[in-house]
């Protein structure tokens, strides 16, 4: 097990243009978590599955975003309409259900420009 | 909402014990978290402690809880160069969501 994995590690893209991003959780975690980190502030929590099911949406995330994971296993993030503000590193997060421990992806990180 | 408060710096010579407070708002937290992020790094899961207990020892890091009080600390004993990071404390709420506070950037003088 290789552990989180996230892909691309970096993006750049032009405002207004659509990204997405990929994460595949700890094979068998059955939680996974979406997280925004910009520069000198903690992860920001955005969304959460257990298997497939979206749990929760962060009341702060713009209707831009939209996130996926269809079949209880990787997961896509997707932003439409990319904004400037919208650049960040985006952390994705696996654990069991209320299992101790939460291990993170490397984050790909995107710069709109 | 649930809130996670720590002190943005610390400055602590090397070989000294660095200490690292956190207090959060949830008294139905699970677990909580410390968390390191090295510079250009992803976050890098140091320790943990469930929320019925009010110590744990792991090698130099020492975790307490104090439950009525909310409040979390992280003692690194010996702090080496090394230990130079932002450290993060986390809390697993009710609902099962991992909320962070914004990171204590420790320092190591030599």
């Known amino acids: 097990d290789t552990g989180v994995s996230q892909d691309p590690r970096h993006k750049i893209t032009k405002r207004g243009q659509n990204v997405t991003f990929r994460c595949d959780p700890i094979s068998e975690h059955n939680r996974l978590y979406w997280y925004r980190q910009t520069l000198g502030q903690g992860p920001e929590f955005l969304t959460y599955?257990?298997?497939?099911?979206?749990?929760?949406k962060s009341r702060l995330l713009s209707d831009r975003f939209s996130a996926e994971r269809p079949k209880g296993s990787f997961s896509t993030l997707e932003i439409q309409r990319t904004e400037q503000g919208d650049s960040a590193m985006y952390l994705c997060?696996?654990?069991?259900?209320?299992?101790?421990?939460?291990?993170f992806g490397q984050g790909t990180r995107l710069t709109v420009v | 909402g649930e809130d996670v408060e720590q002190s943005l710096f610390l400055s602590v010579r090397e070989g000294d014990s660095s200490v690292i407070n956190c207090t959060y708002t949830?008294?139905?937290?699970?677990?909580l978290y410390w968390y390191k992020q090295e510079p250009g790094a992803g976050l890098q899961l140091l320790t943990y402690?469930?929320?019925?207990?009010d110590m744990k020892q792991d090698q130099r890091l020492t975790v307490l809880l104090n439950k009525k009080d909310k409040h979390l600390s992280l003692r690194i004993a010996d702090t080496q160069t090394g230990d130079s990071a932002i450290y993060f404390c986390a809390e697993r709420d009710r609902d099962d969501k991992i909320i962070f506070g914004k990171g204590t950037r420790l320092h190591i003088l030599p």
């Open positions: 997060a696996s654990s069991l259900v209320s299992g101790e421990q939460a291990f």
């Open positions: 949830d008294s139905s937290s699970t677990y």
């Open positions: 599955f257990q298997n497939e099911a979206q749990l929760e």
């Open positions: 402690i469930f929320s019925n207990m």
